[in-house]
């Protein structure tokens, strides 16, 4: 499967910002994806994932701020970022585990396949 994230950008602190990862090549709800970001000098780190049931999993920095979902008509996952803070900029990639793993994961090294990135930047 291959990945295309879009939709970064730079918007002020407390702003809300849609991040879009479209598939091409495969099906993605036949995946476990999720999206990672990665700021400057730090590792990866996990964001939030989703199943092929739409379950979700979330980082505890974005919990209760980020929202994950998936509109299987258009082969695209998504990433809504509500109440961004100045912690969050970063680099945000979308990525996708084994066709043949069903579960959700929050280590980077468990997924196979990633999209080529999008800035975020929150001016304070």
């Known amino acids: 499967v291959q990945l295309q994230a879009s939709g970064g950008g730079l918007v002020q602190a407390g702003d809300s910002l849609t991040l879009s990862c479209a598939a091409s090549?495969?099906?993605?709800?036949?995946?476990?994806t999720g999206w990672f970001r990665q700021a400057p000098g730090k590792e990866r780190e996990f964001v939030a994932a989703?199943?092929?049931?739409?379950?979700?999993i979330y980082g505890d920095s974005v919990k209760g701020r980020y929202t994950i979902s998936r509109d299987n008509a258009k082969n695209t996952m998504y990433l809504q970022m509500n109440s961004l803070k100045p912690e969050d900029p970063a680099v945000y990639f979308c990525a996708a585990r084994s066709s043949s793993v069903t579960v959700m994961a929050s280590v980077a090294r468990a997924y196979a396949y990633w999209g080529q990135g999008t800035q975020v930047t929150v001016s304070s």
């Open positions: 989703i199943s092929h049931s739409s379950s979700t």
């Open positions: 090549g495969r099906t993605l709800s036949n995946y476990v």
